[in-house]
């Protein structure tokens, strides 16, 4: 009875133990499904980011394209009207122009050419639009290295955490994947004890059923045995006293 109680102690306990790990294990695997499906759905808003910002950088570059064509294609156009002005104002050639007229008359008629004032404000006014142009160009041109640097430095960094999400979910369903099977194993082991625990139950009423009665009838046998005890004495008197 002593060994049954020992060993039906440990067993018990080893019970507990188990029921113990296994609950474990089953709120471990809970965790790590919760962070996997949080690690996947930041991995999907990650790319969805990426997407974006690729759609807005390329429209933003196709915007810095078109500024830039028509700042140049403005700067050539002035440039051109600037070599012109100056030949006609600073070289004298308005002067030839009317000289090679002869003597028809024109529709109307122009005083004589002399250089004024006027030809430099306008000269000086388009050379002025010109660098406001080139300006603008240098201005839109550095926003735009600015703004590439700024995106693929921001889609360097999400692909460098969406690789370290994917790390850890291939990390986690590792550790699930363990989990399931350590606690397969305490299921097991669990089945087994439960098992063992009924056996050693079953064998402890049996023993207290044998124990009970070989009590139970130990009076009775002694009572017996002490009758048959006094019948001998009984005997060996009534024969004694025949001699």
Do not use: W
Not at 101 to 127: R, T, W
Not at 230 to 235: K, L, N, R
């Amino acid at each position: 009875l002593k060994e049954n109680d020992r060993t039906t102690y440990e067993k018990t306990e080893l019970k507990k133990d188990l029921e113990t790990k296994i609950a474990q294990l089953e709120a471990l695997i809970e965790q790590l499904a919760e962070e996997i499906a949080a690690a996947k759905d930041q991995i999907d808003k990650t790319e969805v980011e990426i997407k974006k910002a690729s759609q807005t950088r390329e429209e933003e570059n196709k915007e810095f394209q078109s500024v830039v064509a028509d700042q140049r294609a403005t700067q050539a156009i002035l440039n051109k009207a600037l070599m012109k002005l100056k030949d006609f104002y600073e070289k004298g050639i308005g002067k030839a122009v009317l000289l090679q007229s002869g003597k028809q008359e024109p529709p109307v008629k122009f005083n004589a050419y002399k250089a004024n004032g006027a030809s430099n404000s306008v000269i000086g006014l388009i050379e002025q639009i010109v660098e406001d142009s080139k300006g603008l160009e240098a201005e839109c041109t550095a926003g735009e290295t600015s703004a590439q640097a700024s995106y693929e430095s921001f889609v360097k960094d999400s692909n460098g955490l969406i690789a370290s999400l994917q790390e850890a979910v291939s990390t986690k369903s590792g550790a699930i994947a363990s989990s399931k099977s350590e606690m397969a194993t305490a299921g097991a082991d669990l089945e087994s004890t439960v098992s063992e625990l009924e056996s050693l139950t079953q064998y402890e009423a049996d023993l207290h059923s044998r124990c009970d009665f070989v009590l139970k009838n130990f009076s009775i046998r002694q009572s017996a045995r002490l009758k048959e005890i006094e019948a001998i004495h009984q005997a060996k008197s009534i024969l004694s006293g025949a001699q």
